[in-house]
């Protein structure tokens, strides 16, 4: 290496003595010390409040009011598990959450893939149009107002699945993710698959989302994750308790025991306490937590994909 | 918000392939092409059919901002009342209040929450050990997956009078603070948690631009006698600034738009003053006291604003830098 062949300079991090032994400047050992010690400490904040949340669904109440509660649970009591888990409501709203998250994917990925499949054609004439016509949406928009109207008042979707899964059915992101995979795609299969004999939804269909299981799976988990996660149409839509997602359900608990809310809902509301919100919060979150090391991966991996080419 | 942002190098991503499509004789005619290629054009009625309804007719929807309308009604409105809409709320004390408190609260954010995930991400990149890198992204990516229901109730449980911020101010001799009901606390709280649950997920962009950093630009470096800071200032930035550019200006764009999600979910009334934003305020006006076209004109300037800032920020960057969105 050229590095070698010149004379060691004190101010260059990594300086290589006499014995051959790679050493840093001392100066630049202290800034990885320090580095180390910083990046534990984001970890630890950014674990407390999971942690936190934890030891207080564990912990009974008089402990939490107390304030004694933080990383160790204080008087372990899950009592009040079976008490959330008793609720036939948290259970049905559970299954309305599971319900809009596999419809909501189902519409969500139809309308992605064929679109991203058509907007990928080099010879598509209008193609430049086609593309457009999305793009423009992600800067300028309707508006909470007009939106409400046209899917409450219009469309009449007020206490139906409809109002939650289908208005924001389309990412324009993850359309140009797709678009841009399918891009790639080598032209050679299906030129070749052309000339079998194949129609254009023949190739889509039996060789284009075959060979695409790993981008696909990549959209379905980003879609599956903001339908799960998702709360405001729900909240905005749904007036009927049983038709709720579980963020809604878990937003109302919130509400009634801050007081957070408007003052017509929280006359009804009974005090609820910290350890039942954390319960709640804790069975809320937990799907999630435990896929979340499994998917991780393929969350990264479509946001480069989207990245990859700029 | 993320998911916004790392858009931009889709789009730019668009620019290389031009691959268009032409006839021996001259362009491809719009009746050749559909006797061609129909089958293609089927998968684009559904996206574009959704785009129109979902999309653009409630674009076109903004027009009763200048419209009386009524329930009932015609959902364009029933007759035109111009500019009386926005004189409505241009005269009126509380909509200026929320609009300083809008540009307050995303000036902060833009400023605290898009440098943070650059310095985090020089930080992870100057890990030796790819273990503890891993074990670090994996962690601070974690927060972007929860719903912000479960964010805004984490935040209420940890600023509550027992949480765990107020037994630190008591343990260090203070009084508990009732944080969410003090408007002079709001906006620390909430920039507070935006940091923290989007620092470690915006790093991804950056660590990618990093990998694309030529080593040999920091061997030569070193060789001219560069230390640590002067290798990064003069070679890591000036290497990731074309993403720096296209997410800043993103972020400039969506300002406006302060997460109204969250924004709702921790607000009450006792701190409206400085917790209301244009979007809070005008689902208020909006939805519960249904003044449909009061609150559509609201919407309409705060989303023309964002497109305006957006636009400028694109057309000041290309001219400056030479980065632009498209």
């Not at chain 1, 729900?234 to 308790?241: E, H, R, T």
């Not at chain 1, 509301?269 to 039942?276: D, K, L, W």
């Not at chain 2, 934003?277 to 300037?301: D, E, K, N, P």
Request: hydrophobic share 50%; net charge positive.
């Amino acid at each position: 290496m050229v590095t070698e062949a010149l004379p060691a300079r004190p101010d260059i991090a990594r300086v290589r003595s006499e014995n051959g032994v790679i050493r840093e400047s001392a100066g630049y050992r202290v800034f990885r010390v320090a580095n180390a010690i910083v990046l534990l400490l984001v970890c630890i904040v950014t674990l407390y409040p999971f942690l936190n949340l934890v030891a207080k669904a564990f912990s009974s109440e008089g402990y939490i009011a107390a304030g004694k509660v933080n990383l160790i649970p204080m008087g372990f009591n899950v009592d009040t598990f079976a008490v959330v888990l008793g609720d036939g409501m948290f259970w049905r709203n559970y299954g309305n959450t599971l319900l809009f998250t596999v419809v909501g994917t189902f519409i969500s990925m139809a309308l992605t893939t064929t679109y991203a499949y058509a907007l990928s054609r080099p010879h598509l004439k209008g193609k430049g149009f086609f593309v457009g016509i999305a793009v423009f949406t992600m800067f300028f928009g309707g508006g909470l107002i007009p939106n409400y109207i046209l899917v409450a008042s219009f469309l009449g979707w007020r206490n139906s699945i409809w109002a939650v899964v289908v208005p924001g059915a389309l990412s324009v992101f993850n359309l140009l993710v797709m678009k841009s995979f399918f891009e790639n795609f080598p032209a050679e299969l299906e030129e070749a698959a052309a000339i079998d004999g194949l129609s254009t939804y023949g190739i889509f269909f039996r060789i284009v989302l075959p060979l695409s299981k790993a981008v696909l799976a990549t959209m379905t988990l980003f879609y599956a994750v903001a339908q799960w996660n998702s709360w405001f149409s729900a909240f905005l839509y749904l007036d009927n308790k049983s038709l709720f997602p579980v963020t809604v359900y878990l937003r109302n608990l919130i509400a009634a025991a801050t007081g957070t809310q408007d003052a017509g809902a929280a006359a009804d509301a009974v005090q609820i306490s910290a350890n039942i919100q954390s319960v709640t919060m804790l069975l809320t979150v937990l799907p999630i937590i435990c896929l979340y090391p499994f998917i991780q991966r393929y969350f990264v991996s479509g946001v480069m994909l989207g990245s990859v080419k700029g | 918000m993320s998911e916004t942002r790392a858009i931009v190098t889709a789009v730019t991503g668009r620019r290389g392939r031009r691959a268009r499509s032409r006839t021996a004789g001259g362009r491809l005619t719009w009746r050749r092409a559909l006797a061609r290629d129909w089958r293609l054009y089927t998968f684009l009625i559904l996206p574009v059919l959704f785009l129109l309804v979902f999309r653009y007719v409630p674009m076109i929807g903004n027009v009763i901002a200048f419209r009386r309308f009524r329930p009932g009604g015609s959902i364009l409105g029933d007759e035109w009342v111009g500019f009386t809409y926005f004189q409505m709320f241009i005269t009126n004390a509380q909509f200026w209040t929320v609009f300083w408190n809008t540009v307050l609260l995303g000036g902060l954010t833009l400023i605290i929450c898009f440098p943070l995930p650059i310095v985090l991400a020089l930080m992870l990149n100057e890990l030796r050990s790819s273990r503890f890198k891993r074990i670090v992204q994996t962690i601070s990516y974690l927060p972007h997956f929860m719903s912000i229901v479960i964010v805004a109730g984490l935040v209420l449980q940890l600023t509550s009078l027992t949480g765990t911020i107020n037994q630190i101010v008591e343990a260090f001799g203070g009084a508990a603070v009732p944080f969410m009901q003090r408007p002079e606390w709001f906006r620390t709280v909430y920039v507070s948690s935006e940091v923290w649950q989007t620092v470690g997920w915006g790093t991804i962009l950056y660590l990618a631009a990093l990998t694309t950093i030529d080593d040999q630009l920091y061997e030569a470096a070193r060789i001219d006698g560069a230390n640590r800071w002067q290798q990064t200032w003069h070679i890591t930035l000036p290497g990731i600034r074309p993403t720096m550019m296209v997410l800043l200006i993103l972020n400039i764009g969506s300002f406006m738009a302060v997460g109204f999600e969250k924004v709702l979910l921790l607000q009450n009334p006792l701190i409206y003053s400085t917790a209301d934003v244009i979007s809070t305020y005008l689902y208020r006006v909006g939805i519960q006291s249904a003044q449909f076209s009061y609150a559509t004109a609201i919407g309409l300037f705060e989303a023309v604003i964002g497109l305006v800032l957006v636009l400028g920020a694109n057309s000041i960057s290309r001219r400056l830098v030479g980065t632009s969105l498209w």
